[in-house]
Structures are given as C-alpha cells and as structure tokens.
C-alpha cells in the first residue's frame, strides 16, 4: 500500500511538473513581440496600432499613461491618455499646433505639457534634413498645465523662445523642464506652483530632456557641448535656425540643486532619454551604440550604472525602441518601438514586464 501510494505521489508530481513546464513554454511562445536576449522583457504588449506615438509616461497612480500621438487627421504630434491596456484612448491638448512632453502633475488632476497652438493653430514647419539628422527647437513651444481631460489650458511660465520637456519629481514637490528663457538650451527647475525657478546649467550647448530619480534626490539628462571652434560655431547657427544635432548626445547626472554634475556615457553615437530605476542607481536610456549606418542608425535601449559602469543592452531590434520609463515597483517599463507595426516606420507604445 505504501508503495502504491508513493508511486501515485511521483505520478502527480510529474504531472504537475509537466503542466508548469508546459504553461512556461506556452507563455514563452505566446510573447511574440520580443527578440532573442531581451531577458529584462517579458509579456510585451503593444498598446497603440497606429501612426507615430512617443513619449509614454505613467500617471502617479500609474493606472493611466499620457503620452504624444501623430494619427489620423491630427498630423503633428497632440497629446492623449489612456488605460495601461490601451484602452480609453483620450484627446488632451487642443488638437492645434504641434505638441510635447506632456507629464500628470500630482494627483493626477491636472497635466502639464508644451505646445505651439497659441502661436498657430497649425502644424510648425517640419526641420529641414538638409542639415542633416537635425531636431526642431520651435520658439513658439510654451509650457501649459491642464484638467486632466484636458480642459482649462493655461500657459506655465512663459518666456521668449523654448520652454518645453518637463517632468515632475516622484516626490510631487518640483518640475525640471528645458528653456531658452537666457539665450540657451538649459535645465531649470521650479516648484509645482511654478514659484522658485532655478537654472541648473550654464554650459554652452544643449542641455535637456530631464527625469527626476525616484527619491528626487538626482536629475538625468542629456547634453552636449560643443568644444572645438567649428563645433561652436556649427551649434550657434543651427541653434539660430531652431535646430539641434543629437548625434552626440551623452547621459548625464547632476543632484537636484545642480551641483555635482558627472558624465555617465562616453562615446561616439546618439545617447538620449535616460531615465532612472527605482532603485535610484541604475539608468535606462536610448542610444544608437552599435549602429553601423548613420543615416538610418539602430537605437536600443540601455541599462547602466550611475557610475558608467556595467553597460548592459536590453533591446535588440534593428530599427527603433526608445523613451522607456519604469513604475514605481520596477515591474513594469513602458516605451515606444518601430517593431511590428502595420506599417513601415510607425511608432507604437508599449508596455512590458521588467525581469530584474
């Protein structure tokens, strides 16, 4: 009898070790947006099917993502909302002139963004690639705060020239955004109220595209400096014109007040949209390291110490995946992909499962 009982016990075993085995490997099969080595994702879902969408961001209670959208009869980027499934997909900004950067503000009431409508309530001339790989900093772009639907649009701190990128701090108490309010691209900081507006840098050259870290102890960005007399002047005239190069672009990180300013990248290809893991050492970014055509270059996303060091490749796709952000439990990453769109070159959102 003992013996039979045993040989039931190691029948069930087996069977349920089957069953587990077979479950993992269905689930495996069925996550069919991932590419092989992708071992941070998993369960990557595409939330959006349609046109150019960038720039996803969590609410602070992280049931919703806001984020900017070219589809459609909108033909410049506007800004919408929807469910982490990508459901109740919402209109936030006025559907006029072009967009960006659109962040929730505390409590999820209000939103806050840029945009050029009330400068034009078409779409600003596309820049001009003649340039060559080039970003248009519009001097129409002001900084607005909204209801959460998108009601009530009010302009956020206006200047002359480029106000725009800004995001808020975990903490609820600060927004970090990029302005050209004293005659170059630098980081600024202000409290929610837009009272206490501090500039944190001062370099000549670019310096934007800001996250908070999660303690808001720490602000990652991007930055360039141009060193050389001809990288100078070469910065000085496209700025003229409202363009940027990225191609050089490297990570920085500075504490919250701007002191302490250290370099996290060093190298020769495109490094931008870094944004901190919650546990406040390790940041993710896009780059095109690796890439071998610089008129079409491969960016993937990146994971790196704060320290420079323990480079780590997360994506591997040949085209694009980028703007990532974590939840607050780094169990989740939401960010925009060129993979496995209907049609060539979209850019869709989308959110995944984060495998430490």
Same mark, same amino acid.
């Given at each position: ?191 929610? *109220? +837009? &009272?206490?507006?501090?500039?944190? $840098? =001062? ?6 595209? /800001? %996250? #908070?870290?999660? @303690? ?40 919250? *007040? +701007? &002191?302490?300013?250290?370099?996290? $990248? =060093? ?6 949209? /870094? %944004? #901190?893991?919650? @546990? ?40 694009? *995946? +980028? ?16 993979? #496995? ?16």
């Amino acid at each position: 009898m003992k013996l039979l009982i045993l040989l039931i016990s190691f029948s069930l075993l087996l069977i349920s070790c089957k069953k587990q085995e077979q479950s993992q490997s269905e689930s495996e099969s069925a996550d069919t947006m991932k590419f092989a080595n992708e071992k941070h994702l998993k369960n990557i879902k595409m939330l959006t099917d349609d046109g150019e969408n960038a720039e996803a961001y969590f609410a602070f209670a992280e049931d919703q993502l806001i984020f900017q959208s070219t589809h459609g009869e909108y033909k410049c980027d506007q800004i919408f909302t929807m469910d982490l499934d990508g459901k109740n997909k919402k209109l936030v900004s006025t559907g006029m002139g072009r967009t960006t950067c659109s962040f929730f503000l505390p409590g999820d009431k209000k939103i806050i963004y840029a945009s050029t409508h009330v400068a034009d309530q078409n779409c600003p001339t596309p820049p001009d690639h003649s340039k060559g790989y080039v970003w248009k900093v519009y001097k129409e772009f002001e900084m607005y705060t909204a209801n959460a639907d998108g009601s009530n649009p009010e302009v956020f701190l206006p200047a002359e020239g480029y106000d725009a990128e800004a995001t808020v701090s975990p903490k609820g108490d600060k927004i970090v955004f990029t302005s050209m309010r004293d005659g170059d691209l630098d980081i600024y900081t202000c409290n929610i *109220d +837009g &009272s206490d507006v501090n500039r944190l $840098t =001062d370099a000549l050259g670019y310096d934007g595209g /800001p %996250f #908070f870290s999660w @303690d808001g102890s720490k602000i990652v960005y991007r930055s360039y400096h141009p060193k050389t007399e001809e990288e100078i002047k070469r910065y000085k005239d496209l700025l003229a014109e409202e363009l940027i190069e990225p191609n050089a672009f490297q990570i920085w990180v500075m504490d919250v *007040d +701007g &002191s302490n300013k250290r370099q996290i $990248t =060093d190298n020769t290809f495109a490094n931008f949209a /870094p %944004f #901190f893991h919650p @546990d406040n050492n390790r940041i993710i970014f896009c780059s095109s390291m690796g890439s071998t055509n610089p008129r079409r270059p491969d960016f993937n996303l990146w994971l790196v110490n704060e320290d420079g060091t323990g480079l780590e490749q997360v994506t591997h796709f040949d085209q694009f *995946d +980028g703007f990532p952000m974590f939840n607050k439990a780094g169990t989740k990453l939401v960010f925009a992909s060129n993979r #496995f769109n209907k049609n060539p070159r979209d850019t869709n959102v989308f959110i995944a499962d984060w495998v430490n």
